[in-house]
T-cell receptor
Framework: KAGVTQTPRYLIKTRGQQVTLSCSPISGHRSVSWYQQTPGQGLQFLFEYFSETQRNKGNFPGRFSGRQFSNSRSEMNVSTLELGDSALYLC???????????FGQGTRLTVV | GENVEQHPSTLSVQEGDSAVIKCTYSDSASNYFPWYKQELGKGPQLIIDIRSNVGEKKDQRIAVTLNKTAKHFSLHITETQPEDSAVYFCAAPRFRGRNSGGGADGLTFGKGTHLIIQP
């Protein structure tokens, strides 16, 4: 069974640009959540989607957004990139909310 | 919201010895406590989890204990091996506020423990 797939693995963007990250969950999993990981703040919750609906959102500015498609694949978008957005962005999938969550390898975003 | 504290931040043990990592949580409604292992360049890997209806769970060399009264849970690794070297994270559910309908979405993580196994 394939795991969680995140693309791309690495990304370099300049300040002010926008970026879209993609996540394909494990087959049959309908819940997808996104996290930002940095050395200073650790793993922080961005948002969670279930059946194409955003269920909750963490304490991040409106520049961070996401969506989920009918096949459960999810994308997150960051607009007007800032240097502080440099981080590892992780996606996790679950069969449903509040069950075992399995992470992908992450997308390493560097903003210069 | 949920607050998860994890200690120690770094733990160095001799190969073959045991390692214990401890976490505390704040929300008494929390009912699910996973542990993740993250190796360099990889995403976190779920290694064991426990639900609030049990006090201990084992899987070969790893075990997790839960004390709901004290709101703390611990990861125990016995007979440590070099491949156990990694960063370990504990987590607990994030709860939405009552105005948002309640329920849990996502996880709140501890800051992580860098486990070093000395040969």
């Amino acid at each position: 069974k394939a795991g969680v797939t995140q693309t791309p693995r690495y990304l370099i963007k300049t300040r002010g640009q926008q970026v879209t990250l993609s996540c394909s969950p494990i087959s049959g999993h309908r819940s997808v959540s996104w996290y930002q990981q940095t050395p200073g703040q650790g793993l922080q919750f961005l948002f969670e989607y279930f059946s194409e609906t955003q269920r909750n959102k963490g304490n991040f500015p409106g520049r961070f957004s996401g969506r989920q498609f009918s096949n459960s694949r999810s994308e997150m978008n960051v607009s007007t990139l800032e240097l502080g957005d440099s981080a590892l962005y992780l996606c996790a999938s679950s069969i449903r909310v509040n069950t075992e969550a399995f992470f992908g390898q992450g997308t390493r975003l560097t903003v210069v | 919201g949920e607050n998860v504290e994890q200690h120690p931040s770094t733990l160095s043990v001799q190969e073959g010895d045991s390692a214990v990592i401890k976490c505390t949580y704040s929300d008494s409604a929390s009912n699910y406590f996973p542990w993740y292992k993250q190796e360099l360049g990889k995403g976190p890997q779920l290694i064991i989890d426990i639900r609030s209806n049990v006090g201990e769970k084992k899987d070969q060399r790893i075990a997790v204990t839960l004390n709901k009264t004290a709101k703390h849970f611990s990861l125990h690794i016995t007979e440590t091996q070099p491949e156990d070297s990694a960063v370990y994270f504990c987590a607990a559910p994030r709860f939405r506020g009552r105005n948002s309908g309640g329920g849990a979405d996502g996880l709140t993580f501890g800051k992580g423990t860098h486990l070093i196994i000395q040969p």
